[in-house]
């Protein structure tokens, strides 16, 4: 029976184990479980690198003017940390969206690609990409969530599975996305150096010689790069790390709109509204006061 999971199994484990309508990170290391009873808005966050199976209900991820859609047949990873917009458009009480997200490790990924491997996919462009699910994946993802019924065997079995979950996408349509994660002079690896650049730096005064010199790369090579995998500049991207901490600090701190604008790095606060508005829709206060207000549907 262990080796017989498939999609059906992973979607009851998934509408057993989630919370109704929101994203909770479970207690098995690395991985969470979105369900959503009804089609969603549009919502803006800042992606790990991961991947995500549905196994019930559809989704749409929207980088740039680039839009990905995927379903109960098909996944998308993410390799990057990737500002992106999310909407489920497939979901209803009787048949919610139902979703797990498995965090990627590049140690791990490191180690695998250390192993003899099948030959697999092609290199995508962007930092992510949307591929068909296997059974193989499916079903060790099933197993994954199944450890949430046999906590005490999680601490044993659940590397175990991850190694798997790793390496079925290492060997799959995506490999040559995965496996620039684990290739430390990579594209993927320079312009995630760069991300955690920005990251740690993103409320400065922005500087890309700056981020260049902690990617390994010169300025113009990065910009290409940077462009190429997540869809904007290293400068738009930092934008949306401001605007992405100031919305968490008004909603889960209780910062007032100016406070937060000045806490991420903006000296303008009509500069701040604009953009934020411009980003999710409404002005700062208004946005923060309606995700309160619907807190379970967004976490």
Partial sequence: MWNAFGMEELAELIARHAQPDGMVDMPVPGLALFHASGPTAAVPVLHKPAVCIIAQGAKVATVGEE?????????????????LTGQVTEASP??????????LEPVLLGELLLEPLPAA????GRGLHVSRTTPELAGAAARLVALLDAPQDA?????????????????????????????PDSRIAHVNRAIAWIRANFDRPFSIEAVARAAGM?????????????????????????????????????????????????ESPSQFSREYARLFGAPPARDAARLRAAAPAFA
């Fill in 218 to 266: 010169s300025p113009s090579a990065l910009h290409q790069h940077f462009k190429a995998i997540t869809a904007m500049s290293p400068l738009q991207y930092q934008k949306q790390l401001r605007l992405q901490e100031a919305r968490r600090l008004m909603i889960g701190e209780g910062r007032d709109a100016q406070h937060a604008a000045f806490e991420v790095g903006y």
């Fill in 121 to 124: 996919g092609a290199e995508s």
């Fill in 67 to 83: 839009t990905f859609r995927y379903d109960a047949t098909s996944h998308l990873v993410i390799s990057v940390e990737l500002p």
């Fill in 155 to 183: 601490p044993a079995l659940a590397p175990l599975i991850r190694r798997e979950i790793h390496y079925r996408l290492l060997t799959g349509d995506q490999a040559g996305l995965v496996r620039q994660i684990g290739m």
């Fill in 94 to 103: 009787e048949r919610p969206y139902l979703c797990v997200r498995i965090d």
